[in-house]
């Protein structure tokens, strides 16, 4: 049985991050990263498109944790700790320069997630961090205020864990039989499929701000529209598919939209358009995009409205102005189904989130048991608020444990 003073079950940004500032702040315990894998920082390498979203461009506590579906409340606190700032520092301190982007999201330089994964490794070597690959864990347990860990290639015994392994079904049931009580996964982020002749044949159109409601709930959201292959996607879909995860995934993620394209009332959108209607009387409203529409999007809509590519303003009636007013303003979509959001899976569900002590990370069940990242029941909307989560959670936990 190998013995380390501290185990880090993952070898994930949580993970590489927690057992570097351990080494760091004590240079005196021995820690080791087990990784399932044969690779680490596999999702580092494709978040954010391969430039990994490092963080978001949020610095005030109280607003960073609106991002966050699930673990609003429970964030404040460690967000007061250790918050977006210091995680600019953090990299900046290891010769890492991040960048902020027009949206808020905030990138390295280099735009490579892999100027992320060197950074982790030449750290983990300077202080000393084991890396093992294709140790699995099969088990946990305590044992007169140690721990033993049985994996794939041997056992190990520690003093204190850290478990970052995301979200990681077989870990779960390992912490479950440890007794901790685990909320269902169910997909957080991700795309609406969507069959409609309105955006058929359109793929790649992005309607820069619209308001998406979810017809029979509360959910809605606004930002920006992609229109894709398959259906929708960008922010305004991502927010509600993530503030939404357990709703729509009881519905068996069948449910409708309503779609405001402009932003307008009904009655509003409708007076504009009957001014339109002597303005432009000569003109054909097909080749008349108003509203700062996308040009291929207002041709759908306002085919779907009874005109024709031929129909003047002057020769429309009560019927098609109200019917091109309804499909700028309030544009109902039948969703069946769901897309993953490019390669970057996340899912509400996790270690509840009661059975945590916030202020350390450890668990309530047991002492020296830690958790950082997305294996408890926390998750963020899409743009760099996910692994802030990690960085702060794996940094306080780095905390406790070194001192």
């Known amino acids: 049985m190998i013995g380390e003073d501290v185990l880090v079950i993952g070898g994930g940004a949580a993970g590489f991050f927690a057992a570097i500032n351990i080494a760091e702040q004590n240079p005196n315990l021995k820690v080791a990263i087990l990784e399932r894998g044969k690779e680490v920082l596999t999702k580092v390498k494709i978040s954010g498109g391969g430039r990994c979203n490092v963080t978001h461009a949020e610095f005030i506590p109280k607003e960073l944790v609106q991002n966050y579906p699930r673990g609003e409340r429970e964030l404040l606190g ?55 690959l294709n140790h699995s864990v099969k088990k946990i347990q305590e044992d007169e205020g140690f721990y033993k ?59 820069l701000d ?57 009655e509003d959108c409708l007076n504009t358009l009957k001014n339109l209607k002597q303005d432009l009387a000569k003109k054909a409203v097909f080749k008349s995009t108003q509203f700062e529409l996308p040009k291929r999007l207002w041709h759908k809509l306002v085919l779907a409205s009874s005109m024709t590519t ?7 009636n009560k019927a098609q102005l109200e019917a091109l007013s309804s499909q700028l303003t309030k544009a109902v979509f039948n969703v069946n189904g769901k897309s993953t959001f490019k390669e970057e899976f996340v899912t509400a569900g996790g270690v509840n989130l009661k059975e945590i002590n916030f202020k350390t990370f450890e668990s309530k ?12 029941n926390v998750d963020a909307v899409t743009g760099g608020f996910n692994f802030q989560n990690a960085w702060t959670s794996a940094f306080i936990v780095a905390q406790n444990i070194s001192n």
Request: proline fraction near 4%; include cysteine; glycine fraction near 6%.
């Open 210 to 266: 619209v308001e998406v409601k979810v017809l029979d709930t509360n959910l809605w959201s606004e930002g920006p529209l992609l229109i894709t292959h398959w259906g929708m996607s960008a922010p305004s879909i991502l927010k509600i598919s993530a503030f939404g995860a357990l709703d729509l995934a009881k519905r068996d993620y069948k449910f409708q939209i309503e779609i405001n394209f402009i932003k307008r009332t009904f």
């Open 310 to 316: 031929e129909t003047r303003w002057a020769d429309l």
């Open 149 to 207: 860990i049985g994996t794939t290639q041997g056992d190990f015994k520690a003093e204190s864990i850290v478990v970052s392994t995301g979200s990681n079904p077989k870990i779960w049931n390992v912490l479950e039989d440890l007794g901790h009580t685990i909320s269902k996964p169910v997909s957080s982020l991700f795309t609406f499929n969507i069959k409609d002749e309105r955006i058929a044949e359109i793929p790649g159109v992005v309607a």
């Open 78 to 132: 460690p967000f007061h700790k250790f918050m977006t700032g210091d995680t600019i520092e953090w990299f900046e301190k290891r010769g890492v320069e991040l960048k902020v982007e027009d949206d808020g999201r905030m990138f390295p330089v280099t735009n490579s997630s892999q100027t992320i994964i060197d950074c982790f490794l030449n750290e983990a070597k300077t202080y000393g961090v084991e890396v093992l």
């Open 365 to 376: 069940l047991y002492k020296n048991l830690y958790f950082a990242g997305e294996v408890i």
